[in-house]
C-alpha cells in the first residue's frame, strides 16, 4: 500500500509506469501475433500440367515481394489433400479438383477460390465404337470397353468414377485401367486400350498428344446439362471447334462439356495476409489464363468442396483492403499489424485516460494532504511554545513548498485555499506574542 501511495503521489512516475506497461504489451502481443511466412510450399500436379504451371507463375509474382514458393509435384489432387491435411507434410497450400474433396474428412482445410475449369476430356478410338456409327456420345456406350478411368493420385479417377456410376457402369461392366496420362496414351496407340479419361485445362500440353494420335475423336457431352444438375460441382461449359489446337482443327466441332474447377485449398490457419497476396496475385495471372473461360471469371467463389476461407471471400466481394491497395505488401502488413495491436490497447487505456484527470487530482490531493499535515502540527505548537520565530521560519519554509507545487490552471483554487489557511495560522501565532 505504501508503494501504490508513493506512486499516486508523483504522476510523473506513474505515467512511467503506465507507459512501460503499454509498451511491454505491444511488444508482447507484436511478437505473437503471426506474421506472414516467407517460405510457402504447394502441391500441384504432374510437372507438365497446368496446375504445375500455374504454380510456377504465382512463384514468379511472389517472389517479387521477396516470399519463395517451393513447387511439390505430385500424383494429383487425392495426393495433394493428403499433404495439404497433414500439418507435418510442409505443405502450405494445394491445387485440388472440385468434387475430389469431403468437407467432413478435411474439417481443418478451407477453399480460397476457384482458379480455372478443367474439363473431362474423354478420348476414344473411332474403331471401338463402329457398332455405335463411330461415334461415342453417352458414356453408356462403354459397357464392355477397355477404359483408362486415371492413375491413383489423381482428380481424373474420382470424377470418372462418379460419371461411370451415373451411368451404372460397375467395374464388372466395363474393362477399367488405373494409368497415367502417358501410359494411357501408349495403349491407346498400340490399339490396346479403347477410351481414355483425363481431367485437364484446355491447355494442357498432354492434350496434344492424345489428338495426334491416329483414329483418336474427342467425345461430345450430349447430357452435359444433366450432369450438372446431378454433381453441382461440375459446370457445363462450350468447347469451341478448334479451340484446343487451331492448326490441327481441333476438336473438330463445337462440342458440349463437363468440367470440374481447380480450386486454391489452405489449412483452416493461414495467415490473412497471405490469402491476400495469393488471390490478388491470382488475378493477375488468371486475366488471360484459360480458353475456356471469360476473362475477370477467375478467380472465383462457385464450385468449391471446402468451406470458403472468411478473408478470401472479403477479398473476391470487396477487394483488397485499403492499405494493400496504396502500400507495399510488406508494408500493408507492418500497418494492418499495429492497428490490429492498436484497437485492442485503445479499448483497454480509454477507460483509464477516462480516469487519468481524476487520479492526478488524488495526486494532489495526498501532496497537500502532506503539507495540511505540517500546518496543523505548527498550529498545534503555537499553542504549547513560546517559540514564535521558529514556528514563523517553518511557516516560511511550508509557503516555499507550496510554491514548488506545479498545479494545472484547475487545480489552483486547492493551493489558494492551502496558502490562506497558513496566514490564519500566522495570525492565530501573531496574536499568542
Same mark, same amino acid.
Given at each position: 500500500?505504501?508503494?501504490?501511495?508513493?506512486?499516486?503521489?508523483?504522476?510523473?512516475?506513474?505515467?512511467?509506469?503506465?507507459?512501460?506497461?503499454?509498451?511491454?504489451?505491444?511488444?508482447?502481443?507484436?511478437?505473437?501475433?503471426?506474421?506472414?511466412?516467407?517460405?510457402?510450399?504447394?502441391?500441384?500436379?504432374?510437372?507438365?500440367?497446368?496446375?504445375?504451371?500455374?504454380?510456377?507463375?504465382?512463384?514468379?509474382?511472389?517472389?517479387?515481394?521477396?516470399?519463395?514458393?517451393?513447387?511439390?509435384?505430385?500424383?494429383?489432387?487425392?495426393?495433394?489433400?493428403?499433404?495439404?491435411?497433414?500439418?507435418?507434410?510442409?505443405?502450405?497450400?494445394?491445387?485440388?479438383?472440385?468434387?475430389?474433396?469431403?468437407?467432413?474428412?478435411?474439417?481443418?482445410?478451407?477453399?480460397?477460390?476457384?482458379?480455372?475449369?478443367?474439363?473431362?476430356?474423354?478420348?476414344?478410338?473411332?474403331?471401338?465404337?463402329?457398332?455405335?456409327?463411330?461415334?461415342?456420345?453417352?458414356?453408356?456406350?462403354?459397357?464392355?470397353?477397355?477404359?483408362?478411368?486415371?492413375?491413383?493420385?489423381?482428380?481424373?479417377?474420382?470424377?470418372?468414377?462418379?460419371?461411370?456410376?451415373?451411368?451404372?457402369?460397375?467395374?464388372?461392366?466395363?474393362?477399367?485401367?488405373?494409368?497415367?496420362?502417358?501410359?494411357?496414351?501408349?495403349?491407346?496407340?498400340?490399339?490396346?486400350?479403347?477410351?481414355?479419361?483425363?481431367?485437364?485445362?484446355?491447355?494442357? &500440353?498432354? $492434350?496434344? *498428344?492424345?489428338?495426334?494420335?491416329? =483414329? #483418336?475423336?474427342?467425345?461430345?457431352? %450430349? @447430357?452435359?446439362?444433366?450432369?450438372?444438375?446431378?454433381? &453441382?460441382? $461440375?459446370? *457445363?461449359?462450350?468447347?469451341?471447334? =478448334? #479451340?484446343?489446337?487451331?492448326?490441327? %482443327? @481441333?476438336?473438330?466441332?463445337?462440342?458440349?462439356?463437363?468440367?470440374?474447377?481447380?480450386?486454391?485449398?489452405?489449412?483452416?490457419? #493461414?495467415?490473412?495476409?497471405?490469402?491476400?497476396?495469393?488471390?490478388?496475385?491470382?488475378?493477375?495471372?488468371?486475366?488471360?489464363?484459360?480458353?475456356?473461360?471469360?476473362?475477370?471469371?477467375?478467380?472465383?467463389?462457385?464450385?468449391?468442396?471446402?468451406?470458403?476461407?472468411?478473408?478470401?471471400?472479403?477479398?473476391?466481394?470487396?477487394?483488397?483492403?485499403?492499405?494493400?491497395?496504396?502500400?507495399?505488401?510488406w508494408g500493408a502488413v507492418w500497418v494492418e499489424r499495429f492497428i490490429k495491436i492498436l484497437i485492442p490497447l485503445l479499448i483497454i487505456l480509454l477507460p483509464i485516460f477516462t480516469y487519468l484527470p481524476a487520479v492526478i487530482n488524488f495526486s494532489l490531493k495526498i501532496k497537500l494532504s502532506r503539507l495540511y499535515r505540517v500546518l496543523k502540527d505548527i498550529e498545534?505548537?503555537?499553542?504549547?511554545?513560546?517559540?514564535?520565530?521558529?514556528?514563523?521560519?517553518?511557516?516560511?519554509?511550508?509557503?516555499?513548498?507550496?510554491?514548488?507545487?506545479?498545479?494545472?490552471?484547475?487545480?489552483?483554487?486547492?493551493?489558494?485555499?492551502?496558502?490562506?489557511?497558513?496566514?490564519?495560522?500566522?495570525?492565530?501565532?501573531?496574536?499568542?506574542?
Amino acid at each position: 500500500m505504501n508503494l501504490l501511495y508513493q506512486l499516486a503521489s508523483r504522476p510523473a512516475v506513474l505515467v512511467s509506469v503506465l507507459i512501460g506497461l503499454i509498451s511491454a504489451l505491444f511488444a508482447s502481443i507484436w511478437l505473437v501475433l503471426p506474421q506472414p511466412p516467407k517460405t510457402l510450399t504447394i502441391a500441384t500436379g504432374f510437372p507438365d500440367g497446368l496446375y504445375s504451371q500455374f504454380a510456377h507463375r504465382l512463384k514468379t509474382e511472389l517472389a517479387k515481394e521477396n516470399i519463395t514458393l517451393q513447387i511439390r509435384n505430385t500424383g494429383g489432387s487425392i495426393d495433394n489433400l493428403a499433404l495439404i491435411n497433414d500439418p507435418n507434410s510442409g505443405v502450405n497450400l494445394a491445387i485440388v479438383q472440385s468434387g475430389v474433396g469431403d468437407p467432413t474428412k478435411y474439417p481443418q482445410l478451407v477453399s480460397l477460390a476457384g482458379i480455372f475449369y478443367e474439363p473431362l476430356w474423354v478420348w476414344y478410338r473411332q474403331a471401338a465404337f463402329t457398332k455405335e456409327g463411330g461415334s461415342l456420345t453417352q458414356l453408356s456406350q462403354l459397357q464392355g470397353k477397355r477404359i483408362s478411368i486415371g492413375n491413383d493420385g489423381s482428380g481424373t479417377q474420382v470424377l470418372a468414377d462418379a460419371v461411370l456410376n451415373l451411368n451404372e457402369l460397375n467395374m464388372e461392366l466395363v474393362k477399367p485401367e488405373k494409368l497415367k496420362p502417358d501410359e494411357a496414351i501408349e495403349k491407346l496407340q498400340k490399339g490396346d486400350l479403347d477410351v481414355a479419361f483425363i481431367v485437364a485445362a484446355g491447355e494442357a &500440353p498432354i $492434350l496434344r *498428344r492424345f489428338y495426334q494420335i491416329p =483414329g #483418336i475423336r474427342l467425345m461430345n457431352f %450430349d @447430357q452435359a446439362e444433366a450432369y450438372t444438375r446431378v454433381l &453441382p460441382y $461440375l459446370n *457445363r461449359i462450350d468447347i469451341p471447334r =478448334g #479451340i484446343i489446337s487451331i492448326a490441327h %482443327d @481441333q476438336p473438330k466441332q463445337d462440342m458440349n462439356a463437363i468440367a470440374s474447377t481447380a480450386t486454391l485449398v489452405a489449412r483452416n490457419d #493461414i495467415n490473412p495476409a497471405t490469402v491476400s497476396l495469393l488471390l490478388g496475385t491470382s488475378y493477375d495471372i488468371l486475366g488471360n489464363y484459360s480458353r475456356l473461360q471469360k476473362p475477370g471469371q477467375f478467380p472465383s467463389s462457385k464450385g468449391l468442396d471446402f468451406p470458403m476461407d472468411m478473408d478470401a471471400e472479403i477479398f473476391l466481394r470487396d477487394g483488397p483492403s485499403f492499405f494493400y491497395r496504396h502500400l507495399p505488401f510488406w508494408g500493408a502488413v507492418w500497418v494492418e499489424r499495429f492497428i490490429k495491436i492498436l484497437i485492442p490497447l485503445l479499448i483497454i487505456l480509454l477507460p483509464i485516460f477516462t480516469y487519468l484527470p481524476a487520479v492526478i487530482n488524488f495526486s494532489l490531493k495526498i501532496k497537500l494532504s502532506r503539507l495540511y499535515r505540517v500546518l496543523k502540527d505548527i498550529e498545534k505548537r503555537s499553542n504549547a511554545t513560546g517559540n514564535y520565530s521558529a514556528l514563523h521560519a517553518e511557516l516560511l519554509h511550508l509557503e516555499k513548498r507550496i510554491e514548488q507545487q506545479k498545479v494545472s490552471l484547475l487545480q489552483t483554487k486547492e493551493i489558494y485555499d492551502l496558502k490562506s489557511h497558513v496566514e490564519l495560522v500566522r495570525h492565530q501565532i501573531e496574536k499568542l506574542k
